[in-house]
């Protein structure tokens, strides 16, 4: 346009808005000189600096890739504009050096934007710390108006700052954050700020989620002529990126707008683009937003220099409609509750629209209850406000609690303070009144009256029946976790495994399930009988009742093995599956229902009754050990034994997999490995021969270990081209393939009870597979890539997965797949989870070793000095867990979080140790871990002094399995092998 000189241009009505937007800066709102029907004629207004800018721009494109130029330089003289530190109220802290390029544009744009001259007051809302106070000073100074500074003191109360502001200097331009406006109040709002007569011409409201129409026409006052905008940007592309004018006829009209206030358009110099998660350009849809453009850029942290044109990610989420950007929340504002996805400010913009509702505030406290604190007029309008929320929000976004102020607290920037409200809600839940319970009478008499209250019962039933469930009763997985926080409460402790019971039992149960907890020394016995109600009988209690296990019609595995034989699955940290199949077997068929004999009634893969057997005691020749000294480390400078290996096979490239033991029970059965590698081949292998019994080529490299069928008949394993393969296991045939949407890297998990198997994928999403049936039976988001393998527990019957997002999730394993708990351990999870009967134990990435109960609740956690990715291994009594760091030490510690050892390795520990016993007549246990440098450690389990260490050629990455007296662990030297440990050294 400038290139023709062009002066004036004819724009369509319907167009208006749109043309406006895009070329404000350009317009001189003054010097329309004609409207005819449908036409507006525009005269342009063209500013010299705003033209010798664009033509910068244009110069700076031609300039070498190569050029100095084409880097913002720290060095470079005159470069810095200012630094400054983010306060990290949405995101990491950090140092931002923001050039004079970089914020000149701002500062140009919303000069011309607002119209700003001589005859304007603007008011400092912005402390110095906060970068658009650059903003605000230097439009002022570049136009000759007034700025006005008030003290601290006089912001703090609103009445006071609302006559200084509108009275007494009649500030014309206003940039602040909603928070600041809405400390205002509604009242003062509409008849001063936003009056017929203010002064106010311009309101740029920013740095925060935008108020929804709504509450903003609810705001004006009738006549009011203010300019609104919605103004958005972030420190680390200083200051702001984005305008949108709200049009007059909006703001006007009665009639209800769904969508929310767009961001609108990018402000000089500003490139914005819309990224789904693969880094593709987003036209239409949900994505996150990058902002940058030539000169907008910053160095952040330590960079001393950033290619021109750097686009920065904003952890800002959108969705593009129709061309339009429209603001969902921040990454760390989206939360997963009942699972389900949930934006917290949705739910903000919910209760802000209510009438009771002067201001408000969302905070996810301890990620675990979702709070609103409420500023209200009226106090006993509580009950109100929460009745109308659960009418306007889905029953996963109700808040759990809603707390009274009477002002939000906010930063010194403006923003709603956080960590104060999560202050205020802790003093508010001390403050409560503590219930106390008198004896067994009143805690039944009480959780009666909280049945009541929970699912709305009416109070005219004297008495909620023994046998009533929660859900059949009209109770939902929001109400039970209300009815879990006041039990709790009630008790005024964690009452361990509370939720499960409350979703799947009867009121009397639930009640004896607290009962225990609180009055754990008193005889229940007699209380269960006189209590328990009278079931009928089913085939199930028949069988029960007759004192001999039921007898499932069971076929037996397909490689010809005698019906009534049972076999053992071995597989890494000592996790051990034992099937028993007996009856007949259709020809070729999977066997639909076999056996699980299993001690331990919580995790379906550790049976502490049957534990490998020990190894042998036939000594070794002292040459095959690397020497030791006496304080149990390693002797460096040893000469290197002979290694003491039985067999190894070559898998053609590296074997970061751990293998699967298969040993059938009855003498002189075939025990077989099974493991694949990055050749893309899976092997059956003879334990003890190494002998090739079969091998089949997948479509790409395998990572994932396998995992046994509960017939045995299978063998399933995970593969780099996103399928999961099921193979016979006696022949290696492939019998069906399962495609997720992504890498499997995580090992399945088999439930005995139903025979489903439960994978992870990298589509970031936990799969319940019924192999037999050939379909997936459920499908969950976890909210990110499943990288390590799911842990199955019977009782409770949960089955466990962890995400590289960093989120440990309990789920139901039954047809639902529903989450029932979610917890965030902040950094990313390889790691697997790990089952023991009260606990379920999970490595970090932060170096934490962290354990929770099986309701969820963080018992305890531990602190490696490295990032933990070693699964844990818990001994035979459950008493101790073991783990490997990549601080190069091997630990245990004691189920109460306690240090019981530490070894040093000489490398990083990647691998799972396994724990194993000497010989059968010995109560000596040992453990054996990998370090990546290929060394493999025997430690005693008690002490976690060294026994032996042997020298594989290659690094580490499977974790070892010992059978008897083999252990067999993959190399990356492209074998696996398998090492004779009965001459292991008796110390």
Same mark, same amino acid.
């Given at each position: 346009?400038?290139?023709?000189?062009?002066?004036?241009?004819?724009?369509?009505?319907?167009?208006?808005?749109?043309?406006?937007?895009?070329?404000?800066?350009?317009?001189?709102?003054?010097?329309?000189?004609?409207?005819?029907?449908?036409?507006?004629?525009?005269?342009?207004?063209?500013?010299?600096?705003?033209?010798?800018?664009?033509?910068?721009?244009?110069?700076?494109?031609?300039?070498?890739?190569?050029?100095?130029?084409?880097?913002?330089?720290?060095?470079?003289?005159?470069?810095?504009?200012?630094?400054?530190?983010?306060?990290?109220?949405?995101?990491?802290?950090?140092?931002?050096?923001?050039?004079?390029?970089?914020?000149?544009?701002?500062?140009?744009?919303?000069?011309?934007?607002?119209?700003?001259?001589?005859?304007?007051?603007?008011?400092?809302?912005?402390?110095?710390?906060?970068?658009?106070?650059?903003?605000?000073?230097?439009?002022?100074?570049?136009?000759?108006?007034?700025?006005?500074?008030?003290?601290?003191?006089?912001?703090?109360?609103?009445?006071?700052?609302?006559?200084?502001?509108?009275?007494?200097?009649?500030?014309?331009?206003?940039?602040?954050?909603?928070?600041?406006?809405?400390?205002?109040?509604?009242?003062?709002?509409?008849?001063?700020?936003?009056?017929?007569?203010?002064?106010?011409?311009?309101?740029?409201?920013?740095?925060?989620?935008?108020?929804?129409?709504?509450?903003?026409?609810?705001?004006?006052?009738?006549?009011?002529?203010?300019?609104?905008?919605?103004?958005?940007?972030?420190?680390?592309?200083?200051?702001?990126?984005?305008?949108?004018?709200?049009?007059?006829?909006?703001?006007?009209?009665?009639?209800?707008?769904?969508?929310?206030?767009?961001?609108?358009?990018?402000?000089?110099?500003?490139?914005?683009?819309?990224?789904?998660?693969?880094?593709?350009?987003?036209?239409?849809?949900?994505?996150?937003?990058?902002?940058?453009?030539?000169?907008?850029?910053?160095?952040?942290?330590?960079?001393?220099?950033?290619?021109?044109?750097?686009?920065?990610?904003?952890?800002?989420?959108?969705?593009?409609?129709?061309?339009?950007?429209?603001?969902?929340?921040?990454?760390?504002?989206?939360?997963?509750?009942?699972?389900?996805?949930?934006?917290?400010?949705?739910?903000?913009?919910?209760?802000?629209?209510?009438?009771?509702?002067?201001?408000?505030?969302?905070?996810?406290?301890?990620?675990?209850?979702?709070?609103?604190?409420?500023?209200?007029?009226?106090?006993?309008?509580?009950?109100?406000?929460?009745?109308?929320?659960?009418?306007?929000?889905?029953?996963?976004?109700?808040?759990?609690?809603?707390?009274?102020?009477?002002?939000?607290?906010?930063?010194?920037?403006?923003?709603?303070?956080?960590?104060?409200?999560?202050?205020?809600?802790?003093?508010?839940?001390?403050?409560?009144?503590?219930?106390?319970?008198?004896?067994?009478?009143?805690?039944?008499?009480?959780?009666?009256?909280?049945?009541?209250?929970?699912?709305?019962?009416?109070?005219?039933?004297?008495?909620?029946?023994?046998?009533?469930?929660?859900?059949?009763?009209?109770?939902?997985?929001?109400?039970?976790?209300?009815?879990?926080?006041?039990?709790?409460?009630?008790?005024?402790?964690?009452?361990?495994?509370?939720?499960?019971?409350?979703?799947?039992?009867?009121?009397?149960?639930?009640?004896?399930?607290?009962?225990?907890?609180?009055?754990?020394?008193?005889?229940?016995?007699?209380?269960?009988?006189?209590?328990?109600?009278?079931?009928?009988?089913?085939?199930?209690?028949?069988?029960?009742?007759? &004192?001999?296990?039921?007898?499932?019609?069971?076929?037996?595995?397909?490689?010809?093995?005698?019906?009534?034989?049972?076999?053992?699955?071995?597989?890494?940290?000592?996790?051990?599956?034992?099937?028993?199949?007996? &009856?007949?077997?259709?020809?070729?068929?999977?066997?639909?229902?076999?056996?699980?004999?299993?001690?331990?009634?919580?995790?379906?893969?550790?049976?502490?009754?049957?534990?490998?057997?020990?190894?042998?005691?036939?000594?070794?020749?002292?040459?095959?050990?690397?020497?030791?000294?006496?304080?149990?480390?390693?002797?460096?400078?040893?000469?290197?034994?002979?290694?003491?290996?039985?067999?190894?096979?070559?898998?053609?490239?590296?074997?970061?997999?751990?293998?699967?033991?298969?040993?059938?029970?009855?003498?002189?059965?075939?025990?077989?490995?099974?493991?694949?590698?990055?050749?893309?081949?899976?092997?059956?292998?003879?334990?003890?021969?190494?002998?090739?019994?079969?091998?089949?080529?997948?479509?790409?490299?395998?990572?994932?270990?396998?995992?046994?069928?509960?017939?045995?008949?299978?063998?399933?394993?995970?593969?780099?081209?996103?399928?999961?393969?099921?193979?016979?296991?006696?022949?290696?045939?492939?019998?069906?393939?399962?495609?997720?949407?992504?890498?499997?890297?995580?090992?399945?998990?088999?439930?005995?009870?139903?025979?489903?198997?439960?994978?992870?994928?990298?589509?970031?999403?936990?799969?319940?597979?019924?192999?037999?049936?050939?379909?997936?039976?459920?499908?969950?988001?976890?909210?990110?890539?499943?990288?390590?393998?799911?842990?199955?527990?019977?009782?409770?019957?949960?089955?466990?997965?962890?995400?590289?997002?960093?989120?440990?999730?309990?789920?139901?394993?039954?047809?639902?797949?529903?989450?029932?708990?979610?917890?965030?351990?902040?950094?990313?999870?390889?790691?697997?989870?790990?089952?023991?009967?009260?606990?379920?134990?999970?490595?970090?990435?932060?170096?934490?070793?962290?354990?929770?109960?099986?309701?969820?609740?963080?018992?305890?956690?531990?602190?490696?000095?490295?990032?933990?990715?070693?699964?844990?291994?818990?001994?035979?009594?459950?008493?101790?867990?073991?783990?490997?760091?990549?601080?190069?030490?091997?630990?245990?510690?004691?189920?109460?979080?306690?240090?019981?050892?530490?070894?040093?390795?000489?490398?990083?520990?990647?691998?799972?140790?396994?724990?194993?016993?000497?010989?059968?007549?010995?109560?000596?246990?040992?453990?054996?871990?990998?370090?990546?440098?290929?060394?493999?450690?025997?430690?005693?389990?008690?002490?976690?002094?060294?026994?032996?260490?042997?020298?594989?050629?290659?690094?580490?990455?499977?974790?070892?399995?010992?059978?008897?007296?083999?252990?067999?662990?993959?190399?990356?030297?492209?074998?696996?092998?398998?090492?004779?440990?009965?001459?292991?050294?008796?110390?």
């Amino acid at each position: 346009m400038k290139k023709c000189n062009l002066k004036y241009i004819l724009v369509e009505k319907k167009q208006i808005n749109k043309f406006r937007s895009s070329h404000e800066a350009l317009l001189n709102h003054g010097t329309v000189t004609a409207e005819h029907n449908d036409l507006v004629l525009f005269r342009l207004h063209w500013k010299n600096v705003e033209v010798n800018l664009l033509l910068s721009d244009r110069k700076e494109k031609h300039k070498s890739e190569n050029s100095k130029e084409e880097h913002v330089d720290i060095i470079r003289e005159h470069c810095l504009a200012y630094v400054l530190h983010t306060s990290g109220t949405t995101g990491t802290p950090k140092i931002v050096r923001v050039p004079h390029a970089c914020i000149l544009p701002n500062i140009q744009h919303f000069r011309l934007l607002f119209d700003v001259t001589k005859e304007d007051v603007l008011f400092l809302a912005s402390p110095l710390t906060f970068d658009p106070s650059v903003v605000e000073i230097f439009v002022a100074l570049s136009s000759g108006a007034s700025l006005l500074i008030v003290p601290a003191s006089v912001k703090v109360l609103p009445s006071r700052l609302a006559a200084v502001l509108f009275s007494r200097h009649r500030v014309t331009v206003l940039q602040a954050t909603p928070t600041l406006l809405r400390r205002f109040g509604s009242p003062l709002i509409k008849s001063v700020v936003l009056s017929a007569s203010t002064s106010l011409r311009v309101l740029a409201l920013g740095g925060e989620p935008f108020p929804s129409l709504t509450v903003l026409r609810s705001w004006r006052g009738e006549g009011n002529r203010t300019q609104i905008y919605n103004i958005y940007g972030v420190t680390e592309v200083s200051s702001w990126a984005t305008f949108h004018r709200i049009p007059e006829k909006i703001l006007n009209s009665t009639s209800k707008w769904e969508l929310p206030v767009p961001l609108g358009l990018p402000l000089l110099g500003t490139v914005v683009e819309v990224r789904d998660a693969s880094g593709l350009t987003v036209q239409e849809g949900d994505g996150q937003v990058f902002l940058g453009g030539r000169n907008r850029v910053c160095l952040l942290d330590d960079e001393m220099t950033v290619p021109l044109g750097t686009m920065r990610a904003t952890g800002d989420f959108v969705t593009v409609k129709d061309g339009e950007i429209f603001f969902l929340g921040r990454k760390d504002g989206q939360i997963k509750r009942h699972g389900k996805r949930l934006n917290i400010e949705l739910v903000q913009q919910a209760a802000e629209e209510l009438q009771q509702v002067e201001s408000c505030a969302v905070t996810w406290y301890n990620q675990e209850k979702l709070i609103l604190f409420v500023v209200s007029k009226d106090a006993l309008l509580k009950e109100r406000i929460f009745k109308e929320l659960q009418q306007r929000l889905p029953s996963h976004a109700v808040p759990d609690e809603l707390v009274s102020i009477g002002s939000l607290p906010f930063t010194s920037h403006g923003k709603v303070d956080v960590s104060e409200l999560n202050k205020i809600y802790l003093n508010y839940v001390n403050l409560k009144p503590k219930n106390k319970l008198s004896g067994k009478e009143d805690l039944w008499e009480k959780l009666q009256c909280l049945w009541k209250s929970v699912l709305s019962v009416s109070e005219d039933l004297l008495r909620v029946p023994d046998e009533s469930r929660f859900l059949s009763s009209g109770g939902d997985s929001l109400k039970s976790i209300w009815l879990l926080s006041e039990l709790e409460q009630l008790v005024g402790a964690p009452v361990p495994g509370l939720l499960e019971v409350i979703l799947s039992g009867s009121i009397l149960e639930i009640y004896h399930h607290v009962l225990q907890a609180v009055f754990p020394d008193e005889d229940l016995a007699a209380l269960s009988k006189s209590c328990t109600p009278k079931r009928k009988l089913r085939d199930r209690d028949l069988e029960e009742g007759s &004192g001999e296990p039921p007898r499932p019609q069971c076929a037996s595995p397909s490689d010809g093995r005698d019906p009534g034989a049972a076999c053992m699955a071995l597989s890494r940290g000592r996790q051990v599956l034992c099937l028993s199949s007996a &009856g007949s077997v259709p020809e070729r068929g999977p066997c639909p229902s076999a056996c699980y004999e299993s001690v331990s009634q919580t995790h379906a893969q550790t049976l502490k009754s049957s534990d490998p057997p020990a190894l042998g005691e036939t000594p070794r020749d002292a040459s095959c050990a690397a020497g030791v000294s006496g304080e149990g480390q390693p002797v460096r400078g040893a000469e290197k034994a002979e290694l003491p290996v039985r067999w190894r096979a070559d898998t053609g490239k590296c074997v970061d997999a751990s293998p699967l033991v298969v040993i059938a029970a009855a003498p002189g059965s075939p025990a077989t490995v099974y493991i694949g590698s990055h050749s893309c081949r899976m092997k059956a292998l003879d334990l003890h021969s190494g002998k090739v019994k079969w091998e089949q080529v997948l479509g790409d490299r395998i990572e994932s270990s396998a995992c046994v069928s509960k017939c045995g008949n299978f063998v399933i394993v995970g593969c780099y081209d996103g399928l999961v393969y099921v193979l016979e296991s006696n022949s290696g045939e492939k019998y069906w393939t399962f495609a997720t949407g992504d890498a499997v890297k995580s090992s399945a998990a088999v439930d005995p009870s139903t025979g489903l198997l439960y994978i992870g994928s990298h589509d970031q999403h936990a799969y319940a597979v019924d192999i037999y049936k050939r379909k997936c039976v459920w499908k969950l988001n976890c909210g990110g890539a499943v990288f390590s393998s799911p842990c199955l527990s019977l009782l409770p019957h949960h089955v466990y997965f962890a995400t590289l997002g960093g989120h440990l999730l309990a789920v139901n394993p039954q047809a639902t797949g529903n989450t029932l708990w979610k917890r965030c351990c902040g950094k990313p999870l390889f790691s697997s989870p790990r089952c023991c009967l009260q606990y379920v134990c999970i490595g970090c990435v932060d170096g934490r070793l962290l354990c929770f109960t099986h309701a969820g609740e963080q018992v305890w956690q531990f602190s490696a000095s490295g990032p933990i990715f070693s699964s844990p291994c818990t001994s035979a009594s459950e008493q101790e867990v073991f783990f490997g760091s990549h601080d190069g030490c091997v630990y245990c510690c004691s189920m109460r979080g306690d240090l019981r050892w530490k070894f040093e390795t000489t490398a990083r520990v990647y691998a799972t140790p396994f724990a194993f016993r000497r010989h059968s007549r010995s109560s000596a246990a040992l453990l054996a871990a990998a370090s990546t440098d290929g060394k493999l450690w025997i430690l005693d389990s008690a002490s976690g002094q060294l026994q032996d260490v042997y020298e594989l050629p290659g690094e580490v990455f499977s974790s070892p399995v010992v059978w008897e007296s083999m252990l067999v662990i993959g190399c990356r030297n492209d074998y696996v092998y398998c090492l004779d440990l009965r001459g292991a050294s008796h110390r």
